[in-house]
Structure formats: C-alpha cells, structure tokens
C-alpha cells in the first residue's frame, strides 16, 4: 500500500530543487504532485515566484500569480515581497511601485520587509529622499523598522560614500539599544574600507572581536580585500591565518581575491598553490575562478595552458577577454589579440572598451610606426572611447613625433568632456611648441580648450536617477506609500 504523497513533502522538495536552480524540475515536481492528486497550496507558489525572480526574471515570477488564481489561491504578503524584491535586483522602480499598489489594491497590509524591498529598490534605483520617505510611512504605519531596514539605509549610505553618516547612525543604533547584528558590522566595516577609513575599519572590526559576537567568513573576507585594497598586502594576507584559525571555510570569492594580490606581488609559487587548492576545496569553479586561473596561466608565460581554459569557462563576459587580450598583448602577440577580440565580439553584450584599451595600451608603448598605425586604426572602429584610450594614443603619438596628430585626437576629445590627465596636455603642448607649431600651440592653451578636472573617464553626472518616464510625484504621495 502506498503512502498518498503530502503537500508538505512536495514543497520541501520543490524548495531543494529551487535552491539547486533547477526550476524546471521543481515544475515538474508540481505537476506530477498534481497528476497524482496532491495540490500546490500558497507556499509551493511562493517558492516558484521567489525561484523565477530570482534564477530568470520578475516577469515569468509575475505569471505565476495567474496560475494561483485558476487553482482558487489568493497571493499573499509574501507573494509580493518576493516579485517587489525581484524588481529591486533589476532596478525596475516603476514595476515595484505597479506591485506595491496591487498590493493594497487587493486588501493586503504591506509588512515590514514589503517596505525594506521598496526603500531597497529605491536606493539602487538613485532615489535616496524618496526611501526616507518609505521609511517614515513605515513607522506612520505602527511598524518598527528591523534589523535589515538599517542595514539598507547603512548599506546606501556607504554606497554613495557618506560612510561618516553611516557610522553615525551606527552609533546612535548603539546608543538607543537597538541589537546591532553581524550584517551591519559586515556592512559598516566594508563601506569604511571603500571609503579609506581604513584605521576607522580595523577599530570597529576589532569592537566586533570584543562584543562577543564571532566573525564569520564574510567579516574576514572583507578585512582582508579592505587590506589589499589599501595595499596593505602583508597585514591582508596576516588575516588569511586568523581565517583558517577561525574555522571558518574559504569560498571561492576569497580564493580568488587572494590569488589576485599574490599575483600582484609577484609570489607566483604561492598563487599556484592557492590556485590547486581552490580547485580542491570549491569543486566545481565559476566564471570568476577560471578568470583568475587564466590570469595566473598568463603571467606565468604558459600561454597555451591559459587557451585551453577557456573552454572550461561556461560563460564569456569582458573581463574574460580583457585578461586574454592583455595576455595576449604581453607576449606581442597583437594580432591574435585583435583577432580574439573580433571573433568573441558576437557571443556576449559586453563592454569591448577594457579590451581594446588593451591593445592600444600596448601598442602605444611599443614606440614603433607601424605600431602605432596599428593603434590608429582600432581607436577608429571603437564605439565607446575614455580618457584611458586617449592618454595611450597621445603618449604614443608624442613619443613619434606626430604632435599635429596628437592635437586634432586632443581637441576631439575635449569637444567629447573627456578628461585627460594633465601629464598628457602638458606633453602635447612642449612638442607643439618644440616643433613650432605655435598656433596650434595657442589654440590648445586657450581657456575654452582647457580640460578641467582630474584624470578619470568620461565626464558623468553626479547620481544615475531613475528612469525618465517615472512620474515622481507618484513616489512621494503618502496614499500609495500607506493607504
């Protein structure tokens, strides 16, 4: 006699097969509890939205809710944080107000992480005043911000290099008693890090050490890039011993930031050592694993070991051929790079500037005239162009001699906003004046040719905001923040 199967047993196994990313066999799990008279009840359905946001889209995760609808089962709470968060993680501002109306449109009372979802999407989408805004109708509405609400507001603060206010409001969490727990230390210490406050970091890590709390792989990981990233490679590499003391395991996001820096400082025996045991402890490796494999096969000169895994990478993105172009470029083998560049350009929709800079870097240096029309020719076909492109051909082009050259590229990426480091305008203008070119001379050092600015890429404009066609107004009004 057969046991009939449960609905419990069948979201327990749905949830496995979500959290392994496979969905489609979820689905068919689903179907044949159905087939076998076992109904989906609101959780299966929340776990295949929650699956769908996350692994595919908010889209698909959306037409699940009309699938709950023809079973006679109404979303919940739940239901909508879910596809507001999905809509969070692509920046898609409008479709997480859409959801947040439907919300209260179908009688249900937004909880707390409805609105944590919502000020999170807001923050990524470049609309802090509007999330403080949340955040107030969020205690209009009687319910007390979490744990996790700080964090966001900690978390964006620290994005949008406030870190001074970040720690502020740290400190007022402390004073009012308010349970501080190891996410916004972790938070907190990372956004210090990135801000230079690296004295600032090491102290509130080591206020962490004597709270009691114990830090977790997270915490040191973070340590130790926030000394690599402050080349403080030796104190970083200090913090890879209290990680392994700790017990806690490494992931392969340390592995790889490791090997990076031992790259850097030129221990390659020891990064080849981390390299085998990351191959031994992580199983199978990602994308960002065989970057670094190949990067490190690269700078060893084993060109050939470094082709050969690049079959083993499941997805191709821009820093995959950034670092086979550069590999490439080391050992003067420009062609092949320029030929690699062109023949992957059409299996992925990422970025070509990083590798073509690349080339031109390299070429540029090489101080050849043949080289150099090389170079000529690739800053032609290049779509997007920064003051990094710039600076390499001006460099070269002064290097040969051609200054009439290098003060028409000048001027064209003067009219673009690019900015050049002062280095290359000075350079510029000595051969001008050198070789008597003494209008062109003037014309470079009048005010309105000037370029203002430090050396960086093309000129930006402060916060990326939301998307133009978002009605703003519609944000602020307190009768759709809380009804």
Known sequence: MTRRVSTRLMNICVASLCRARRVDAAERVVADGIRLGCLPDVVTYNTLVAAYCRLVGVDAAYSVLHRMREAGL?????????????????????LSLDLFEELLRVGL???????????????????????????????SANLAPSSATYNILINDLCKRGAARDAL?????????????????????????????????????FWEL?????????????????GCFRSRRFE???????????????????????????????????AASDFVEEMIAQCGVLDRVCRNTQINLCFKLGKMDDGL????????????????????????????????????????????????????????????????????????????????????SLLHGLCKLGRFLEAFRIMMAGVRKGVRL??????????????????????????????VPGKAG???RSGLAWADPNLDRDRIGDPAVLRD
Request: hydrophobic share 40%; net charge positive; with cysteine.
């Open 168 to 204: 502020r409001l740290f400190r007022y969490l402390e004073r009012v008693g308010f349970p501080r727990d190891l996410v916004t230390f972790n938070t907190l210490i990372d956004g210090l890090f990135k801000s230079g406050r690296f004295g600032t970091a090491r102290r509130l």
């Open 421 to 450: 480091p002062t280095s290359v305008q000075r350079a510029v203008l000595t051969g001008l004046r050198l070789s008597r070119h003494k209008l062109h001379a003037r014309k470079l050092s009048a005010p309105s040719s000037q």
């Open 457 to 459: 890429s093309e000129s």
């Open 235 to 269: 104190e970083g590499l200090t913090m890879l011993g209290e990680i392994r003391r700790a017990g806690c395991r490494f992931d392969a996001f340390a592995y790889c930031n490791v090997i990076s820096v031992l790259i850097k400082m030129g221990k390659m025996e």
């Open 308 to 391: 050969d895994l690049l079959n083993q990478v499941d997805e191709i993105d821009g820093y995959t051929v950034s670092i086979l172009v550069d590999g490439l470029c080391r050992n003067n083998r420009f062609l092949g790079a320029y030929n690699l560049l062109k023949s992957m350009a059409t299996t992925g929709t990422w970025s070509n500037l990083v590798p073509y800079n690349c080339i031109i870097g390299a070429l540029c240096k090489q101080g050849k005239v043949e080289s150099m029309n090389f170079a000529m020719m690739l800053f032609s076909e290049m779509e997007r162009t920064d003051s990094f492109t710039y600076a």
């Open 74 to 94: 109404h979303p919940n709470v739940v239901t909508y944080n879910s596809l507001i968060a999905g809509s969070a993680r692509g920046r898609r501002l409008p």
């Open 209 to 225: 050490l004597g709270s009691g709390r114990a830090p977790n792989v997270v915490t040191y990981t973070t340590m130790m890039k």
């Open 109 to 139: 009372s937004p909880d707390v992480w409805t609105y944590n979802n919502l000020m999170h999407c807001l923050f990524r989408s470049g609309c802090p005043d509007h999330a403080l805004r949340v955040l107030m109708s969020m205690e």
